[in-house]
């Protein structure tokens, strides 16, 4: 299978009806041994210090790795896409935009869906079939969610991981079935975590130091029971058809979807306080403003840049909101 680049998730089941790999740019970046080299690549290129690190990145992935065909979301996730297609065609790159609908409309989702579909050859029906192909995938990934918040025998690392991994399934999705049923029946096996833990939501893009991030919250008598946008990488609201279910899948649209569906989660999970991450550089840093006055809880908020690893000013700032959560539990 040709491989296909993706700057977010984006409607899977189209590119393997057509025959593509989708590979998700952004896991390849997080999981080299030294993302920062692929930034480099992308600054010597001309790429401005005060753009963001994921674009740099996944640029600089692009033209390590060989891909050639590149689907760029254009909107519904970030508008620098838009360049970065730009500069991808000039490094000569098939880069081609894929444009989620502006809202959560099931009518235009089906008008962009079908034009996605003609577009690398396929159609609607074929995608479908895929998409009761990848069905187990994803049932897996949420039940490994669900093990998370439901029984506490899953860390909030391994919760990331694997449903950040659901956009492209890693490259092979019936392997990434078999490994998660594995680690599924692992993690069957084990102790729950302490029923005192702080339970924490992470809302907000996936952040450039998670590796480091997840354990340094349980070092500390706390665990990410809910990390939203990941979530939503499995199509939790699956619906009955694929125009459904990119309808439903929230991250695309405005923060009210988002907000609505991060409520729920919030109170379902009980979580104590909430970690908002925000990406340097990145216009969805303003919507803090936005989450910090619709959470009802404590609100943490985190910036990350290009340090793939927690520095010592965040994990101070983390010890301070988790001990902050700890005293007023003991208050209460
Ligand atoms: S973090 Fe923000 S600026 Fe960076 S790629 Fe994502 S949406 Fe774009």
Redesign the pocket.
């Known amino acids: 299978m040709k491989k296909i680049g993706i700057t977010t998730t984006v409607p899977v089941e189209i590119l393997l009806a057509a025959g593509y790999k989708p590979v998700d740019l952004n896991n390849v970046l997080v999981s080299a041994p030294d993302p920062t080299r692929y930034v480099t690549i992308a600054e010597r290129d001309g790429f401005p210090l005060n753009c963001?690190a994921?674009?740099k990145g996944i640029y600089g992935v692009c033209l390590d790795s060989g891909i050639n065909d590149v689907l760029c979301v254009t909107s519904g996730?970030?508008s620098?896409?838009i360049m970065l297609m730009e500069v991808l065609k000039l490094k000569g790159k098939n880069a081609m935009p894929f444009a989620y609908p502006e809202r959560p409309d099931k009518e235009e989702m089906d008008y962009v869906l079908e034009k996605m579909a003609a577009t690398f050859g396929t159609t609607l029906e074929a995608a479908t079939k895929i998409r009761q192909k990848v069905q187990s995938a994803r049932d897996l990934a949420l039940k490994l969610d669900e093990l998370t918040w439901k029984e506490n025998i899953v860390s909030g690392w391994e919760n990331h991981l694997w449903l950040v991994s659901a956009s492209d399934f890693n490259g092979d999705y019936h392997k990434y079935t078999k490994e998660l049923q594995e680690l599924i029946e692992t993690c069957n096996g084990r102790q729950p975590y302490p029923g005192n833990e702080i339970r924490v939501g992470y809302i907000g893009?996936p952040s450039v130091y998670a590796k480091e991030l997840y354990p340094y919250i349980e070092k500390h008598g706390a665990r990410v029971v809910f990390n939203e946008i990941q979530r939503q990488f499995a199509m939790p609201s699956p619906g009955k058809s694929l125009v459904e279910q990119y309808t439903n899948y929230t991250y695309p649209y405005s923060l009210n979807e988002r907000l609505a569906d991060i409520k729920t989660e919030l109170k379902k999970r009980r979580v104590d306080g909430v970690i908002h991450y925000v990406?340097a550089?990145?216009?969805?840093g303003i919507g803090d403003v936005v989450m910090r006055s619709a959470i009802d809880l404590p609100v943490l908020t985190l910036e990350g840049n290009a340090d793939f690893y927690l520095n010592g000013h965040v994990k101070t700032r983390i010890d301070a909101f988790l001990d902050m959560i700890e005293r007023g539990r003991r208050k209460r």
């Open positions: 963001c994921w674009i996730d970030c620098n896409t893009v990406q550089f990145c216009h969805r």
